[in-house]
């Protein structure tokens, strides 16, 4: 029904509907599979890395207890470590410039997908230390401590601790800018998102208030990210987005750092500290050099749908490694191998792993099931 016209007779008459302007399109983003294969290696270099610090580990950390097995197991760990840096790198650049959130609702989605499988497992490897008597403690007390991040149910959930924080941030801040620019309401803001990132800020600082106060045992809280991985995900963010780098040969100069940073890596974990930080320049020339040399490299058409397959089971993939990984090595690992079997096994070890690891994602990715299990 038709609201009668406000103007007078006498003035021309108002049309039935005023014309709207037609919806700006949306921009056609390219898939990039140069991060789809970023992500599988960074993939495999988190396995290299857990299985070389478990032939370290089994050594006791010295070579003397096992140099073949120190050795081999130390050069793994080494060669690794870029991964981590360049998982913040990508997840900055999927939030910033990749694939930015529109809304509150959208980023809070991205969340739920990533605590959920968080969650599962966390509860898996609990329940898994306890079948093989692992655990120190009753399996409910691991799980109400896992809440708040204060222990860890396998050592490589700590990257999704402080991962759901920097993408929170991040996110947060594209839509206070993106709010900004479009002149939004207050009521659309992300006020939501700004009241649990307040409540992360001031979390630790609570908790430990409170059990001083009030002798309370409470749990620590683990929830939150040091400035190095925030700025990982920014520069990743500026990188990957950049939209090309030398190409051909001059894309290989890129690699010389890194095997430079290798080098010093592997110097600093044997003479000064093993295991060395994330935040250390070593490895972030490391990161940097495995970043440039993979930038906006082309896939071949041919390789591009099982390339994308791996890449999105990447994830279920680093959620199930280390329970694989842990099964190998307490059978395979010893400290009187030789370097050439130990770097055999080494090899053997990460490749079995990640065959493992990927088929198992992809299996309860076709079941239906990575709502749950990444």
């Known amino acids: 029904m038709t609201m009668p016209s406000s103007v007078s007779p006498a003035g021309p008459a108002a049309p039935a509907h005023a014309p709207q302007p037609a919806p700006e399109p949306r921009p056609h983003r390219e898939h990039r ?8 290696i960074c993939s495999v270099g988190v396995i290299l890395c857990h299985t070389g610090s478990a032939f370290v580990n089994a050594a006791g950390r010295e070579a003397a207890n096992g140099p073949g097995t120190y050795w081999a197991g130390l050069v793994a760990d080494s ?21 930015p959130v529109r809304d509150g609702r959208q980023l809070w989605r991205r969340i739920v997908r990533i605590v959920v499988p968080l969650a599962v497992w966390s509860v898996l490897y609990i329940a898994w230390g306890r079948l093989r008597g692992t655990n ?3 399996a409910g007390d691991l799980a109400f401590d ?36 479009s002149g939004v309401t207050s009521g659309k803001r992300p006020w939501g998102t700004g009241i649990a990132l307040l409540a992360l800020g001031a979390a630790p600082t609570l908790f430990g208030d409170l ?34 780098v ?11 750092p ?22 250390s320049v070593l490895v972030a020339l490391l990161g940097a050099g495995v970043l440039f040399s993979l930038h906006r490299v082309r896939v071949p058409d041919r390789l591009r749908p099982a390339l994308t397959r791996l ?64």
């Open 136 to 138: 120190d403690a009753p």
């Open 246 to 256: 030398p190409s051909g040969r001059r894309r290989l100069w890129w690699l010389l």
């Open 79 to 99: 060669a690794g470590r870029f991964a981590v840096p360049l998982f913040f790198a990508m997840a900055g650049w999927v939030v910033l410039a990749g694939a």
């Open 311 to 374: 890449a999105g089971a990447s994830f279920g993939a680093y959620m199930i490694h280390v329970l694989v990984l842990g099964v190998l090595t307490d059978v395979l690992v010893d400290t009187d191998l030789s370097l050439p079997v130990a770097a055999a096994l080494v090899i053997g070890v990460t490749a079995a792993t990640g065959a493992v690891s990927f088929g198992a994602a992809l299996l309860w990715t076709r079941l239906g099931l990575t709502r749950f299990l990444g």
């Open 211 to 244: 059990a001083r106060t009030t002798d309370l045992d409470l749990p620590r809280f683990g929830w939150g990210f040091g400035p190095y991985q925030l700025i990982y995900a920014a520069l990743g963010a500026l990188v990957l987005a950049l939209p090309s």
């Open 258 to 279: 890194a095997v430079a940073a290798l080098a010093a890596i592997v110097a600093y974990q044997h003479r000064v500290h093993y295991t060395i930080p994330y935040a």
């Open 146 to 181: 896992a809440l708040f991040a204060s222990i860890r149910p396998a050592y490589h959930l700590w990257y999704l601790y402080a991962y759901i924080p920097v993408i929170m941030l991040l996110g947060f801040a594209a839509l206070v800018k993106s709010g900004v620019k």
């Open 33 to 40: 599979y140069d991060v789809d294969l970023l992500r599988l």
